[in-house]
Each structure stands twice: as structure tokens, then as C-alpha cells.
């Protein structure tokens, strides 16, 4: 029995378009900070499971999750009512491109995530294997209105000087209007930041967006001489979609 019956225990709206929310824990449920797994909802006996970043670290009792809201989506337009107590179905089997051991340690670590692709990169910033792994760890968090800057005072209350979070918004007036991609593409993040230009043989990336700006950005880095994660898990950059586009 792959899946198992966990309890709501708190939910967060962010925007009328995304919202937060934790559920109690499997048992003997592992996972590597960074991962995703399915969850989802029961009607009528019928399940409907969509894949989910966990945003809890590792080590945390609990499991969170951020999620979109998509007013006509078979599984969002449910799970946006939930509350505390309500039921919620979550695989046992773990997965996932976006851990610590899909890139080689280095000196600066790149996150860069559009949307909810923020997700596993909240554990992984709450992972103290990470600072031990960089020297450096930048985080781009880029959205389209403030509200949808998930996260944002508890990231910026960590005490991790190693850490430097880059929240930008494409279309409110904001201090960082540009698209995360572009400020790095360009080199003005690095600047911007007093870090060395990113260089593929001592920088690493991790990308968590929009399939569009995901695929953009890989072949980007690909011409300039970055290393796709392998099947090894072994390289520089490594990508995971933060959603499909599904096509009726
Ligand atoms: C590896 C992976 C990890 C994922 N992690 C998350 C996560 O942490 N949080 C999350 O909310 N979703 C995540 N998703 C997307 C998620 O699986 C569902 O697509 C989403 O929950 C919507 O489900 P739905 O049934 O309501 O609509 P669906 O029928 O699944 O999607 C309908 C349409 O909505 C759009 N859409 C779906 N998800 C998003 C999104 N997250 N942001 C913007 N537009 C979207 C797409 O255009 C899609 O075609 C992930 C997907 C993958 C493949």
C-alpha cells in the first residue's frame, strides 16, 4: 500500500493563487532534503495525486507543502479547501534531481526558482549540509506579485550568513523587478551580491521553475561550458520542472 491517510495540521494562504500547508508524517517515511513525492486527495473513493516538492526539511516531524492554486485543477481546486483534521494521502517512494549529491561541492551554490519551484529549496536552505558543502549559497526566489514571495520573513530571519536571498517580482513595483534568470545570465546577480562571475568549474546551479524558463536556462548553461548532472548524480547544474504543462 503505497499510500497512506495523514492529517491536515495547519494551512497557510499566501496569494489568492498559492498556499502552504503541513501534514503529519508518514511513519518510517525518508527522504532527502530536496525531493519530491505524490500526494493527493480522495473523492468518491477515487484518488487524484499530483507530484509535490516538500519544503520540511528532513528531520522535521511533519511534512509541509506549497502549493499553486488552479482555480479549474482536478487536484488544487480541492486541496485549496482543506483544513486541520481533513485527510490527505501521501506516497511512501520519495524522488528527486534537486538533492545535495546532484552537484559537486563548490564555492557558490545557485538557486534559482520561479513560482512554487521555491519549494525544495526551503529545505534545502534549512540544511546545515549545505553551508558545509559552499562557501556561498544564493537563493532566487522570482514570482509575479508579492504576495507570492512564500517564505520571505522567515528566510530573511535565518542566521545563515552564508546565505543570500534574492526575492524578485515581475509585476508590482518591486526593488528587484528582473526575472531571476536574466539577473544571472547577465552577471548582475553576482555583482550585485560582491560574489566572483559564476565559473563552471567551481560554482554549481540548481533550477526549479517554469518548464519554459527551466529548459531556457539549462541550454544556456550548457553552451557556457556547465556540466549537466549525469546518471551518476555527478556534475554542475542540475534542473527539475516545477510543473507540466499539460495540453487539452
Ligand atoms: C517534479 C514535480 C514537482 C512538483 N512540485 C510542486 C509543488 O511543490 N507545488 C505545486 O503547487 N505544484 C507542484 N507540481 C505540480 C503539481 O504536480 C500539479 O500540477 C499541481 O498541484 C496542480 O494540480 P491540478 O491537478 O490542480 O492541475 P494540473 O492538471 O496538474 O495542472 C493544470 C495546469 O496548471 C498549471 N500548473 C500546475 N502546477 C503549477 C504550478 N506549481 N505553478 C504554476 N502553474 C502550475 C499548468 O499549466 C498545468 O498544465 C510539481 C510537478 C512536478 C512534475
Same mark, same amino acid.
Given at each position: 500500500m503505497p499510500y497512506s491517510e495523514q492529517t491536515v495540521?495547519?494551512?497557510?494562504?499566501?496569494?489568492?493563487?498559492?498556499?502552504?500547508?503541513?501534514?503529519?508524517?508518514?511513519?518510517?517515511?525518508s527522504f532527502e532534503n530536496g525531493e519530491f513525492v505524490t500526494i493527493g486527495l480522495k473523492r468518491e473513493g477515487k484518488l487524484v495525486a499530483r507530484a509535490y516538492s516538500i519544503v520540511?526539511? &528532513? /528531520?522535521?516531524?511533519?511534512?509541509?507543502? +506549497? =502549493?499553486?492554486?488552479?482555480?479549474?485543477?482536478?487536484?488544487t481546486s480541492q486541496l485549496v479547501?482543506?483544513?486541520?483534521?481533513?485527510?490527505?494521502?501521501?506516497?511512501?517512494?520519495?524522488?528527486?534531481?534537486?538533492?545535495?549529491?546532484?552537484?559537486?561541492?563548490?564555492?557558490?551554490?545557485y538557486l534559482l526558482a520561479t513560482g512554487t519551484g521555491l519549494a525544495p529549496f526551503m529545505s534545502l536552505i534549512r540544511d546545515p549540509e549545505c553551508y558545509a558543502r559552499f562557501e556561498t549559497v544564493v537563493l532566487v526566489h522570482s514570482v509575479r506579485t508579492v504576495a507570492e514571495l512564500a517564505y520571505r520573513d522567515e528566510i530573511e530571519a535565518m542566521d545563515r550568513p552564508q546565505l543570500h536571498y534574492v526575492p524578485t517580482v515581475t509585476r508590482?513595483?518591486?526593488?528587484?523587478?528582473?526575472?531571476? &534568470? /536574466?539577473?544571472?545570465?547577465?552577471?548582475? +546577480? =553576482?555583482?550585485?551580491l560582491g560574489l566572483p562571475a559564476p565559473d563552471p568549474g567551481r560554482d554549481r546551479v540548481m533550477i526549479c521553475g517554469n518548464p519554459a524558463m527551466t529548459r531556457e536556462l539549462a541550454r544556456y548553461l550548457k553552451d557556457a561550458g556547465w556540466t549537466p548532472t549525469n546518471h551518476r548524480?555527478?556534475?554542475?547544474?542540475?534542473?527539475?520542472?516545477?510543473?507540466?504543462?499539460h495540453h487539452e
Open positions: 495540521q495547519s494551512v497557510r494562504p499566501w496569494s489568492d493563487k498559492t498556499f502552504s500547508f503541513t501534514l503529519t508524517r508518514p511513519q518510517d517515511f520540511s526539511p &528532513a /528531520d522535521r516531524d511533519y511534512l509541509e507543502f +506549497l =502549493s499553486i492554486h488552479v482555480p479549474d485543477g482536478p487536484l479547501h482543506i483544513r486541520p483534521g481533513d485527510s490527505v494521502w501521501v506516497n511512501s517512494k520519495t524522488t528527486g534531481t534537486l538533492t545535495l549529491h546532484h552537484v559537486l561541492p563548490g564555492r557558490t551554490l508590482e513595483p518591486f526593488p528587484t523587478p528582473e526575472r531571476g &534568470a /536574466d539577473l544571472f545570465r547577465s552577471g548582475v +546577480l =553576482s555583482l550585485r548524480g555527478v556534475g554542475a547544474f542540475t534542473t527539475e520542472v516545477a510543473f507540466v504543462v
